[in-house]
């Protein structure tokens, strides 16, 4: 773990089960590096705020020279409206129940949009 500005860093080494503890550090934003011989090295950003242990959970090594990817093709048919919309079709206008005479397009709105309630308006 070492802070670039401050110089200031600790070293430590894994028990057997990989677990490490760094103690007596002072608040600061740091850098963490962890290595093994075979396993690409890991680095974060880590802010040291407060006197009260941080558990970083666990960290997986890859094998070095393993390697991931992944191909991403677009879905045929994309939204690109930059707008929240819904679509209906005239069968589920259809189904509706009908409310009073000349208020079917405010029930249609209440009743189909999500996140829309009705007032007493």
């Known amino acids: 773990m070492r802070n670039q500005v401050t110089q200031y860093s600790q070293d430590t080494k894994t028990d057997e089960t990989g677990s490490f503890k760094l ?3 002072p608040q600061n934003g740091y850098s963490l590096t962890i290595s ?10 880590v802010d040291v705020r407060s006197a009260v242990p941080t558990n970083l ?6 094998v070095a020279g393993a ?3 992944m191909e991403v093709h677009p879905a045929e048919t994309v939204e690109n409206e ?3 919309h819904v ?29 829309v309630a009705a007032d007493s308006n």
């Open 23 to 25: 103690t007596n550090i």
């Open 36 to 45: 093994a011989r075979g396993f690409t090295t890991y680095s974060n950003a």
């Open 57 to 62: 959970g666990k960290i997986a090594l890859p």
């Open 67 to 69: 390697s991931n990817s």
């Open 82 to 84: 930059p707008v929240t």
């Open 87 to 115: 679509d209906y079709d005239r069968n589920v206008m259809d189904k509706l129940p009908t409310g009073a005479p000349g208020a079917e397009l405010n029930d249609l709105i209440t009743n189909l949009s999500p996140s």
